[in-house]
Structure formats: structure tokens, C-alpha cells
């Protein structure tokens, strides 16, 4: 790509971090990486590793610690409980965007003597038997025509670490998907705007504090709090006769949020 980051750049920037200070600065003393794990083992269905889980959640704290060396900025006193999580345990960054952490680590990486190289797209290991000694890389390469560029060749003086991500590319390259089922989807957002928009930043207010409506009958019929997939297969049970979608109409309290920004733009822009 032409800038660093990916998926990590553009996300909302929230950390579910067991034992973070503004966790315990608001009296939550009773959460744990067991305790994150628990809660993940109930959205996952019983369906994940939980010794990967573990792992990923006892490092927690020592991921934070290492945004707040590199210089990541978090909304001060901000720690709150979403959606399959049954602590208060998440924080976010000051703009609710993962470039947040991704531009600090990245200063941090040319402090420390990394060579970046934007545009760089891997087309071959080099081998010597099993041993991978370097790569074959398209240098100027701009996304996604294989022709832009030109090939040269990269040897590794001590290894060559796969860090990558691409889920989303898996299946272009023949990975065969299995629990497609259990991908838990996101379920916010409005069907009169497309993408993230305002409509997805008031209902983080929405899901987090208020009530979920059927436009049906009239009552509430799932909890809000739980997590994306029992949501979002809630939601999709609401339909008219003829098939096509009730969406519901989600309630919070407007004075609490008057001059929050994620209130006064979606009025601003008739998403509310």
C-alpha cells in the first residue's frame, strides 16, 4: 500500500484491556485475563482456542504499555462495557482510530532504524533447500495491477518474518472458509447511510446506553449489550410479511449526550 497501516489504520481504535488504569481508577478491581477470555469463550460459541486466547489476553496490559511508550494518546477517563463483554474494560484512542497507534509505532519503527518500504508486493520466497534466504519483491508496485513496478531481489541477513495480515484475500488465493456462520458481524449503522458514517458513531452511544425497539410491536426484544452475532441475528428476525427488513429504532438519553459530537453531526446530517 502507499501508507502504513491496512485494516490496523482504519479500525475504530478500541482495546479491551483487563486491569487498565482507568478501569481501576472507576473501581473495577474484579476483572482478569480469565475474566476477558470467559466472555469470548461465550461469543465464540465454545468454538476457539482458548490457550491462544489466553495468551493474547494475559498481553494485554503490555500492548497498552507499549502504546502509551510509543506515545498513543487514549481518551482520558474513558472505559466502558460493550457489546459481549460483561466488564467495563474498553478503552479507545483520542480520535477512535486505530492510525492513532499504527502513526506512533511507525515513528517509533524509524527511531529505532526500521527501513520502511511502502509499495512493496511479494511475489516469491528465494530458497536454498527448505531454507527461505531472501524475497522476491515488486518495488513501486501500486495496488492492485501486478504489471505497475519492477521485480528485484531482497537477501535476508538473519530471517524473514511473516507478519502479514489478509484475511480478506485467504479465499483468492484458494483457502477454503469453514464456520462462515460464526463470523460475527457488525450490527450497526442505518440503511439511509452507506459505510461508517454518523449513523454508526450515535449508535455506539446507542447499543452501549440505550434500548433496542421492534418498529413490530413496539417492545424491546434482545439485549443490547450482548455480543455481534446474537444481535445482529435478533435484528434480522424482525421482518414485515413480505420479507423485507423492520429495522428498529434505538433509544438512549439525549440530555446525558447533548454536546457529544457523535449526537450533534448525526443531527446535523438527518441521520437522527
Known sequence: MQVIGGNSAINGGWLAIPKNPTQLAQGVEDDSPEELVKDQIISGRGM????????????ALDAYDLCIETGVKFREGFNIQVGGHYKARAIRTLHGTGGDITTKLYETGVREGIDYRLQHYIEDFI???????????RQNYRSPDLKTGKSIYIKANKAVVLANGGFARNMAHGAFPVHINMIQTGHWGSPDEGGFGWSNALLSIGWHQGVAISVLNGKRFMDERADRKTCS???MK???????PAYPIVFFNYNDYAEDHRVTRAIRDKMA
Open 233 to 235: 441475528e435478533a435484528i
Open 238 to 244: 424482525n421482518r414485515y410479511q413480505d420479507g423485507s
Open 127 to 137: 530458497m536454498d533447500g527448505q531454507e527461505i534466504i531472501g524475497l522476491k519483491v
Open 48 to 59: 476457539q482456542n482458548e490457550a491462544m486466547l489466553l495468551q493474547i489476553a494475559s498481553r
